[in-house]
């Protein structure tokens, strides 16, 4: 079976990762991949997490299977985490969850659900979109189609088109959302587009399906959830993917909820057989590691202080980091107007190079993005932005 098989490319983002790692330049510089670093590069490990993965193996007595919904602690405190204690949704009991391995799975179990019961539905991903959606849930078997968002040449968001775009979606559609922090272009939906998205779905009758991956690193926990809550607070019926991998930096441990929104608790009762019944024929059960250390934080005062403080800390340094590039490059580029970097949030930016710029960065100064030039603003530090916006001012 395998006689002639041939080698795949590797992922675009992850090979620019290994170029980088074998780069000898000591200037070289990482703006590629998604994760969070401190600023000697490091991605760390939060207090909090630590303190509760001694508690876990303390207190553990066993490794058996989990239910396929994962665990309950779990399930239960990340629905509140991100719709919050008070919301209608909560009280009414009208959301189910489980949990799912990261945000990927969460996504895929969503797609695979809204498949199986709504064969003909359309999913509608923003322009530019984090690049895995679609072939994430478009092999869930659902249809994919885009929508406009992001004006990359006046760093906005293109409103009238997308809402236009957005006021022709119907009830077999489903509008792929990013809660906060926007992947790649950092360019957050503001309040007004919410609450107009939110009209427009409670005329059309098509359902938001919020991507949930950046809690916390925008503009601040309950800030970056604000729109979507509003949502959750004016329709029937929503879904939200989650992901604990940046905001509990729980990367490997794979840990993400899917939550399902319905208009009543019986509904979502339901709901969650769906949900079991995908994740069952998926991958059976989730992984419960992580998932039981973010069920530890979020139940204990003093660990969820801790990790809110640390998760803070690291939402001011990113922005920082973006006031620290913008003043740094005004000086050097007349050409280019960078001030756009200081009013976007999270970790991503579209720079705006063209790609002749890029690979100069790369193969001329070891300075590493993605070809369309979106940057991870954490890869920035006080001790390289001055050579990362020299070299910047050279290919311009
Ligand atoms: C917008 C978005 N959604 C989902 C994910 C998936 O996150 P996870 O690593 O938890 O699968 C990412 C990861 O980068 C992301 O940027």
Same mark, same amino acid.
């Given at each position: 079976?395998?006689?002639?098989?041939?080698?795949?490319?590797?992922?675009?983002?992850?090979?620019?990762?290994?170029?980088?790692?074998?780069?000898?330049?000591?200037?070289?510089?990482?703006?590629?991949?998604?994760?969070?670093?401190?600023?000697?590069?490091?991605?760390?490990?939060?207090?909090? #997490? !630590?303190?509760?993965?001694?508690?876990?193996? %303390? /207190?553990?007595?066993? @490794? +058996?299977?989990?239910?396929?919904?994962?665990?309950?602690?779990?399930?239960?405190?990340?629905?509140?985490?991100?719709?919050?204690?008070?919301?209608?949704?909560?009280?009414?009991?009208?959301?189910?969850?489980?949990?799912?391995?990261?945000?990927?799975?969460?996504?895929?179990?969503?797609?695979?659900?809204?498949?199986?019961?709504?064969?003909?539905?359309?999913?509608?991903?923003?322009?530019?979109?984090?690049?895995?959606?679609?072939?994430?849930?478009?092999?869930?078997?659902?249809? #994919? !189609?885009?929508?406009?968002?992001?004006?990359? %040449? /006046?760093?906005?968001? @293109? +409103?009238?088109?997308?809402?236009?775009?957005?006021?022709?979606?119907?009830?077999?559609?489903?509008?792929?959302?990013?809660?906060?922090?926007?992947?790649?272009?950092?360019?957050?939906?503001?309040?007004?587009?919410?609450?107009?998205?939110?009209?427009?779905?409670?005329?059309?009758?098509?359902?938001?399906?919020?991507?949930?991956?950046?809690?916390?690193?925008?503009?601040?926990?309950?800030?970056?959830?604000?729109?979507?809550?509003?949502?959750?607070?004016?329709?029937?019926?929503?879904?939200?993917?989650?992901?604990?991998?940046?905001?509990?930096?729980?990367?490997?441990?794979?840990?993400?909820?899917?939550?399902?929104?319905?208009?009543?608790?019986?509904?979502?009762?339901?709901?969650?057989?769906?949900?079991?019944?995908?994740?069952?024929?998926?991958?059976?059960?989730?992984?419960?590691?992580?998932?039981?250390?973010?069920?530890?934080?979020?139940?204990?005062?003093?660990?969820?202080?801790?990790?809110?403080?640390?998760?803070?800390?690291?939402?001011?340094?990113?922005?920082?980091?973006?006031?620290?590039?913008?003043?740094?490059?005004?000086?050097?580029?007349?050409?280019?107007?960078?001030?756009?970097?200081?009013?976007?949030?999270?970790?991503?930016?579209?720079?705006?190079?063209?790609?002749?710029?890029?690979?100069?960065?790369?193969?001329?100064?070891?300075?590493?993005?993605?070809?369309?030039?979106?940057?991870?603003?954490?890869?920035?530090?006080?001790?390289?932005?001055?050579?990362?916006?020299?070299?910047?001012?050279?290919?311009?």
């Amino acid at each position: 079976m395998f006689e002639t098989i041939e080698k795949l490319p590797d992922d675009p983002i992850l090979g620019l990762l290994a170029a980088y790692r074998s780069d000898n330049n000591p200037n070289k510089i990482d703006l590629s991949v998604g994760v969070y670093k401190d600023e000697t590069g490091n991605t760390p490990i939060f207090d909090a #997490v !630590k303190k509760a993965e001694t508690q876990k193996l %303390e /207190n553990e007595i066993t @490794k +058996t299977y989990t239910g396929i919904e994962g665990d309950p602690v779990f399930c239960d405190a990340i629905q509140r985490l991100v719709l919050g204690d008070d919301h209608n949704v909560i009280l009414e009991k009208r959301s189910a969850a489980i949990s799912a391995p990261g945000g990927s799975g969460a996504l895929r179990v969503a797609g695979e659900v809204i498949n199986s019961v709504n064969p003909d539905a359309c999913l509608w991903v923003s322009i530019p979109s984090w690049p895995n959606h679609t072939p994430l849930l478009g092999t869930a078997g659902l249809t #994919v !189609k885009d929508y406009s968002y992001y004006d990359g %040449e /006046n760093h906005v968001i @293109k +409103t009238d088109e997308m809402l236009s775009q957005i006021s022709k979606l119907g009830k077999d559609d489903i509008l792929l959302l990013h809660g906060c922090c926007h992947n790649p272009s950092g360019a957050d939906l503001e309040m007004d587009h919410w609450k107009e998205i939110t009209r427009l779905a409670q005329q059309n009758g098509f359902t938001p399906f919020v991507d949930c991956a950046y809690q916390g690193l925008g503009k601040g926990l309950d800030e970056d959830a604000e729109g979507l809550r509003y949502m959750a607070s004016q329709l029937p019926e929503m879904i939200i993917a989650y992901s604990c991998s940046k905001n509990f930096g729980l990367y490997r441990d794979r840990v993400g909820s899917t939550i399902i929104i319905t208009e009543n608790a019986s509904a979502a009762e339901a709901a969650q057989t769906h949900m079991k019944s995908v994740a069952r024929r998926l991958y059976s059960v989730p992984p419960a590691h992580g998932a039981i250390i973010v069920g530890i934080i979020l139940g204990d005062e003093e660990l969820k202080t801790s990790w809110k403080n640390e998760l803070n800390e690291m939402q001011h340094r990113i922005n920082d980091l973006r006031t620290l590039f913008t003043g740094s490059v005004k000086n050097k580029v007349s050409s280019h107007d960078f001030s756009f970097i200081k009013s976007q949030y999270g970790m991503f930016s579209i720079m705006g190079l063209s790609l002749e710029q890029v690979s100069r960065l790369r193969d001329e100064f070891s300075i590493y993005m993605v070809n369309n030039s979106r940057v991870n603003i954490a890869g920035i530090s006080p001790t390289n932005v001055e050579y990362l916006t020299d070299s910047i001012a050279t290919v311009l």
